[in-house]
């Protein structure tokens, strides 16, 4: 997969490509960053990538060439579909399972306004998926495209060893995670609950199952609309 990414501010990017999962996914050939300053492209004799807004009010409003330029570049000689992602707070809002459908593509473009507004004909004309990462304004685009960028490159074939995958397959059943533990089995008093001492799988599974549902119903009843619950389901949520 490439990753592109337009931005005023590239130095944000400086560091989170270059560490943990997502250096070693680039290591290993399965996915490549770039990131642009979508000033450069600029033809304004001072570079410049804002103007006022038409019909007056208050902030700047980045202007389509330097940013349709930009996109125009990344995506010539290219006959595979591209992805042209625009960051704003008025997009859809980002889930699991659109970094499940971005993880399938073979070119994902980032576009990072920050502070100005886009001119409208960016959304109309260039993109073709606007994202939030929640309901909330952030400075600018930058720090939610990491956050897109860090949930999709880790669903890449190849990128998190079985361990991980196991448990990405577990959080992907809908549910949360049940509770874990690790050594000692009493710490300070707070101890480790039986069943998982007990060396019996069958009934760990159970213990297991029965937490996560406990716990997605008491913290995230939302995630369970639509579930149909099993019998047995339906008796742990009510003990
Ligand atoms: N830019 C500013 N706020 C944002 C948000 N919540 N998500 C995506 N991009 C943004």
């Not at 490549?32 to 807004?53: A, E, G, L």
């Not at 939610?144 to 577990?170: K, Q, T």
Request: proline share 4%.
């Amino acid at each position: 997969m490439k990753i592109d990414i337009l931005t005023l501010f590239p130095d944000m990017f400086t560091g989170v490509f270059n560490q943990s999962i997502l250096k070693k996914a680039q290591e290993r050939n399965i996915v490549s960053y770039h990131v642009h300053n979508f000033r450069d492209f600029s033809k304004d004799k001072h570079q410049k990538v804002d103007d006022y807004p038409y019909g007056g009010g208050a902030g700047m409003v980045l202007t389509p060439q330097p940013i349709f330029d930009a996109v125009q570049h990344l995506t010539s000689n290219k006959n595979n579909k591209t992805r042209i992602i625009l960051m704003c707070p008025q997009g859809e809002t980002y889930t699991q399972k659109k970094a499940e459908e971005l993880a399938k593509e073979d070119h994902l473009i980032f576009i990072c306004g920050h502070y100005e507004g886009y001119d409208e004909r960016i959304r109309e004309h260039l993109v073709t998926d606007e994202l939030s990462i929640g309901d909330y304004v952030l400075t600018g685009g930058e720090l939610a495209s990491m956050v897109i960028i860090d949930s999709v490159v880790r669903l890449l074939p190849g990128v998190l060893g079985n361990e991980e995958s196991a448990r990405l397959d577990s959080y992907s059943s809908g549910l949360l995670e049940h509770p874990h533990y690790t050594r000692p089995a009493d710490y300070k008093g707070m101890k480790v609950p039986e069943v998982l001492l007990s060396g019996n799988h069958k009934k760990i599974e159970e213990w297991r199952a029965k937490e996560a549902l406990r716990r997605t119903f008491i913290r995230r009843p939302d995630l369970l609309k639509g579930r149909i619950l099993s019998e047995q389901e339906k008796k742990w949520l009510e003990e």
